[in-house]
């Protein structure tokens, strides 16, 4: 069983960025793919990013290209999600997630994950 918890949410204006860290415990992240999702007021759960095991794969969403970062490190069984050039509309609550195959990159839907955080809230203000 992994437990995640996530952290470094909060309130920044349009154009700022955030780093969110993902901790895990219980058991190492090294065979699990890691995604971030995020999920808006009245909106679906929606993938964000995701990383394989090794951390040389990853896949965004589009509206995020180039302006978030996935990072993962195993040995500090951390996942961190650096967002820069934020905009209003990618406030939401954040969610990072693990899905127990190690190179699994093309897996998008919320249900193909088992563990989840507890997420934290991101605010960009216009």
């Known amino acids: 069983q992994v437990q995640l918890v996530e952290s470094g949410g909060g309130l920044v204006q349009a154009g700022g960025s955030l780093r969110l860290s993902c901790a895990a415990s219980?058991?190492?992240?090294?065979?699990?793919?890691m995604a971030w999702f995020r999920q808006a007021p009245g909106k679906e759960r929606e993938f964000v990013v995701n990383?394989?095991?090794?951390?040389?794969?990853?896949y965004y969403q589009d509206s995020v290209k180039g302006r978030f970062t996935i990072s993962r490190d195993n040995a500090k069984n951390t996942l961190w999600l650096q967002m820069n050039s934020l905009k209003p509309e990618d406030t939401a609550i954040y969610y990072c997630?693990?899905?127990?195959?190690?190179?699994?990159?093309?897996?998008?839907?919320?249900?193909?994950?088992?563990?989840w955080g507890q997420g934290t809230q991101v605010t960009v203000s216009s």
């Open positions: 990383i394989n095991r090794s951390g040389d794969l990853t």
């Open positions: 997630a693990a899905r127990p195959i190690p190179y699994s990159i093309g897996s998008f839907r919320p249900n193909e994950y088992d563990y």
């Open positions: 219980g058991h190492t992240l090294d065979m699990y793919t």
